[in-house]
């Protein structure tokens, strides 16, 4: 990434649609030689910018920038507040006076300096005392900064950046406050005894019912699952609930890559009180796929999505109501759903290593599990903050 000329860094806010077109391109330039990186569908690049498409917007406001350099763009960071996250407890993470910016890209250290400098600018301009960072934009899309795990193409859902910026940023201040791993798992030969001993007497509470999704009833399927998102993950740090909107534009979105056999709800006495979510590793096929469906990608995809075969599964979210949760019967859950799921992904998908993230590294329960079916962290990401005073 090194610099192409040395004239002076601006910065200037994105101001229409082709300044914003600039800076989803940009990720793609700077990224292409890149051989793990995987490019976005460009229109959902554009739909998580857009005030009316995203209702994050709804909640909060952002604003963009792009680094220029002799007339060519070099760089972009978006900077933001949400207007939910300044409503959760600070010993949470977020809390009130806490602004965010990501989607940082950078051809060097000069213009990230630029870059953060500007967004730290506009956070104080909102009133902002501490900056958290980096989301993108919110802490349900791709919240972190990967520092371990570039060697290999992320799963669905997972960011993906420069290994240079982790010493850009860190020169600018900024210290780490919380870890997330992502986790790989072999899942062709099962898992060890103990968990499958756990699964069977799992089986025999008449008290428990692992159920599939019903996709003919999705949207009551998806609100059902977010509503216990939203119970088991809110003493979660970094939590921001999810807004009804959200819930339905997550649903919308998800649709076409949510498949009956790889999401599985589990009921207690009739009660609805744990889900886990895994997704077929689209990326597979949009690693070579520049972005657009057009004009062959849009067959390619469809095809896919008929009868997915996916040697990666990826588990984005889990959970377990909060009244449950540090007890046996919530990893009895756990460890039902997973290998129920592992069953279907092995036989139907042609899987072989399952992804769990993220998991916040004070995560007991999840790091746990994850130690018990042996999975191993194969990703790092770092949330850095500063105090803007």
Do not use: C
Not at 155 to 171: F, K, R, V
Request: without cysteine; hydrophobic residues 45%.
């Amino acid at each position: 990434m090194a610099a192409h000329s040395q004239g002076p860094v601006s910065i200037h806010p994105v101001k229409d649609k082709a300044d914003k077109r600039e800076f989803v391109e940009l990720a793609f330039r700077l990224n292409r030689g890149d051989p793990a990186w995987v490019p976005p569908l460009k229109n959902e690049a554009f739909d998580l910018l857009t005030p009316g498409k995203n209702p994050w917007f709804e909640h909060g406001k952002a604003q963009l920038f792009l680094a220029r350099r002799d007339g060519r763009t070099v760089g972009r960071i978006s900077a933001h507040v949400d207007f939910l996250a300044l409503e959760q407890p600070a010993s949470q993470g977020m809390g009130p006076g806490t602004g965010n910016w990501g989607l940082l890209e950078a051809e060097d250290a000069e213009v990230a300096h630029a870059l953060i400098v500007s967004a730290e600018d506009w956070l104080r301009g909102q009133g902002m005392n501490r900056a958290l960072g980096p989301l993108s934009i919110s802490i349900w899309d791709e919240p972190g900064l990967l520092v371990e795990g570039f060697e290999t193409p992320p799963t669905i859902m997972l960011g993906h950046n420069s290994p240079l910026y982790q010493a850009w940023i860190e020169a600018e201040g900024y210290r780490p406050v919380k870890k997330l791993f992502n986790y790989a798992v072999d899942i062709v030969d099962g898992f060890p005894p103990l968990v499958n001993r756990i699964v069977t007497a799992g089986e025999k509470n008449e008290r428990i019912r692992i159920r599939r999704v019903d996709k003919r009833k999705f949207d009551a399927e998806a609100r059902l699952i977010m509503g216990i998102l939203n119970d088991a993950w809110s003493d979660n740090w970094g939590f921001v609930p999810l807004t009804d909107s959200e819930i339905a534009y997550v649903g919308k979105k998800l649709k076409d890559i949510v498949f009956e056999d790889l999401i599985r709800v589990a009921e207690v006495d009739g009660e609805a009180v744990a889900f886990m979510i895994v997704l077929p590793n689209i990326n597979e096929l949009l690693i070579g796929m520049d972005g657009s469906l057009f004009p062959f990608n849009w067959a390619r995809l469809l095809w896919w999505l008929r009868k997915p075969k996916s040697k990666r599964l990826r588990v984005p979210l889990m959970g377990v109501v909060k009244k449950l949760q540090n007890s046996r019967m919530a990893s009895t859950l756990a460890f039902m759903m997973i290998e129920y799921i592992r069953r279907d992904g092995v036989a139907k998908y042609g899987a072989e290593q399952g992804d769990i993230g993220w998991v916040l590294d004070d995560n007991q329960g999840m790091n746990a599990v994850a130690d018990a079916i042996n999975a191993t962290v194969n990703r790092v990401y770092q949330l850095y903050d500063k105090p803007l005073s």
